[in-house]
């Protein structure tokens, strides 16, 4: 299973896929629940990668969570230019607007919450990509 982190100051986003491409789980987390948050998932799922965003904070990050990773897990480096755009399409991909939202169109419409987890879904997907 491939854990995705896109690494930020305040706020972190966070998913795992697994090798069949199932999305398992993903989450927005405050900087600070992050070392309890990642330490629980290794022990609830089996993970052998993480993919981590190259921008903000990312070698911060690295060395953190190297500290708290099973050294079982390989840590590999995605670049994020412009992850932050796609995750918004994205978003609207796995949560449509509903009501009258729908008639609005997307390209003027903002995500109701964070998206960095859906960042983090797409960077995994990037790393997957380019290893083919």
Partial sequence: MILGFDPGRDKCGVAIIGKDNTLHYHQVLLAEEVTNTITALCQQFALDRLVIGDQTTSTF????????????????????????????????????????????????????????????????????????
């Fill in 61 to 132: 990050w690295r060395e953190k969570l190297k500290e708290i990773l099973p050294p079982s897990v390989a840590i590999a480096t995605v670049n994020e230019r412009n992850s932050s755009l796609e995750a918004r399409d994205r978003y609207w991909q796995m949560y449509p607007p509903r009501g009258i939202f729908r008639f609005i169109p997307l390209k003027m419409q903002m995500p109701p919450r964070p998206i960095d987890d859906i960042v983090a879904i797409l960077l995994i997907e990037r790393y997957l990509k380019s290893n083919r």
